[in-house]
């Protein structure tokens, strides 16, 4: 496996970065197309290279309509804002990224709560579902307007859902006339995975979101798909938050591209994921290890190890980025610019840290 990064910024090359697939810089061909791309402005809905993304991601999503953001917070945020009236509730898993990473951002926009579900690796059951959906709200309960999904969970170590699952989910959600959301950052890391098609996991989710700065490698961008109508919605919003661009076609090129070249190759990470979650399942002071399904390894060190910090910063020395999520518990993520060398530096590194 090749390592497709070329480099340029902050962190040295010979560093490998498994702190998360964010972190990723666009390669050499990517950056390529870009000098290539027909721009307009995007706000006016102008900019070819960005319209013809969103069509494409659309059909890919099996939706009506697109519209491209500039980061998957932004897509959670202004479809939560959507779907919901001020106080009403948002079903969704505990360790969800909108209740945890977007700075109480459901609380704040669309002025409604979280309602979070203890569920399995980030994953709850319809019959969970069912349980939470207020009914006969009278005068005192919240409403539920939403339940939100994360395709794959993160903090529930990248686990999939499987497609009977959320289906289910969904047709629980509509026979109560709740909406349905997916947050789909790694959609297709869990499409690579399992053969599913992505708009058969979109199916039954009113809105969907595909994020492009993960495995797929670009510099920014994520597209928001649903209805004609919630995506007209999501524009306004979009436009109300200052989230209207101009030549955008300079950063959908490269979507473009990811699109083309960089979600085959999502195995790859997959397989390496593997690899590093067995090595690390072995080590004597690793307490559990999640289930690894596709590019995130989560393992929580016993107590009479040292702590995740601890770990991270020995790691460190030897030009390993690794994620301290907590005291105990250390997450490894990878993705294009790490290959399997670096896999094997990671494992050895870890080896000295946990034994
Ligand atoms: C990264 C991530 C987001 C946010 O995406 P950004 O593009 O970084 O804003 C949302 N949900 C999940 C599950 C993520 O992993």
Same mark, same amino acid.
């Given at each position: @496996? ?9 962190i040295?090359?010979d560093? &490998? ?10 390669? !050499? ?17 102008e900019?070819?290279?960005? %319209? ?6 659309a ?6 309509? %697109?519209?491209f953001?500039?980061?998957?917070? @932004?897509?959670?945020e ?14 969704c898993?505990?360790?969800?990224h ?19 579900l ?6 709850f059951?319809?019959? +969970?579902?069912?349980?939470?959906? =207020?009914?006969? /709200?009278g ?20 686990a999939?859902?499987?497609?009977a699952?959320?289906?289910?989910? &969904?047709?629980t959600?509509?026979e109560?006339? /709740? ?5 789909g ?6 499409c /690579?995975?399992s053969?599913?098609?992505a708009?058969?996991? #979109?199916?039954?989710y009113?809105s ?8 797929l ?10 209805s004609? #109508?919630?995506?007209? =919605?999501?524009?306004r919003?979009k436009?109300?938050i200052g989230?209207g661009?101009?030549q ?18 999502? %195995? ?9 979650g067995?090595?690390?399942? +072995? ?22 190890g040292?702590?995740?910090?601890e /770990? #991270? ?5 030897e030009?390993l ?9 250390? !997450? ?7 290959? %399997?060398a ?10 000295? #840290?946990l034994?």
């Open positions: @496996m090749a390592k497709l990064n070329d480099g340029g910024g902050s040295p090359n560093v &490998a970065n498994f702190y998360s697939d964010t972190q990723t810089k666009p390669t !050499r061909a990517m950056r390529e197309t870009v000098l290539e791309a027909a721009v307009g402005d995007e706000q006016k809905g900019d070819p290279t960005t %319209a013809a993304l969103c069509a494409r991601v059909d890919l999503l099996g939706k009506e309509d %697109a519209v953001m500039p980061s998957g917070t @932004m897509c959670n202004i479809a939560l804002y959507i779907h919901c009236w001020r106080g009403d509730e948002i079903i898993e505990r360790s969800s909108i209740v945890n990473f977007e700075a109480g951002g459901p609380a704040a926009f669309a002025g409604a709560a979280t309602h979070p203890d569920g399995e690796h980030g994953r059951t319809a019959e +969970q579902v069912r349980t939470a959906i =207020r009914e006969d /709200v005068l005192h309960l919240p409403e539920t307007a939403l339940v939100s999904v994360e395709q794959t969970a993160n903090m529930g170590g990248g999939i859902w499987p497609l699952q959320l289906q289910a989910v &969904a047709r959600a509509k109560a006339g /709740v909406a349905t959301h997916m947050d950052a790694r959609l297709f890391n869990a /690579v995975k053969g599913v098609a708009k058969d996991f #979109a199916d039954g009113d969907v979101w595909v994020d492009f700065t993960k495995g490698g670009c510099p920014l961008g994520a597209v928001l798909a649903g004609k #109508a919630f995506v007209q =919605r999501a524009k919003v436009q109300m989230g661009l101009r955008s076609g300079f950063v959908t090129a490269a979507c473009h591209y990811a699109l083309d070249h960089h979600i085959d190759r999502l %195995a790859e990470d997959h397989a390496l994921a593997a690899d590093i067995r090595a690390v399942g +072995q080590l004597p002071l690793v307490e559990t290890l999640l289930p690894v399904e596709t590019n995130i390894v989560i393992f929580d060190i016993a107590p009479e040292p702590t995740a910090g /770990v #991270a910063t020995q790691v460190r020395e030009g980025l690794i994620g301290a999520l907590d005291e105990r518990r250390i !997450r490894v993520v990878t993705h294009l610019d790490v290959d %399997a670096a896999g094997e530096r990671l494992c050895n590194a870890l080896k000295g #840290a034994s």
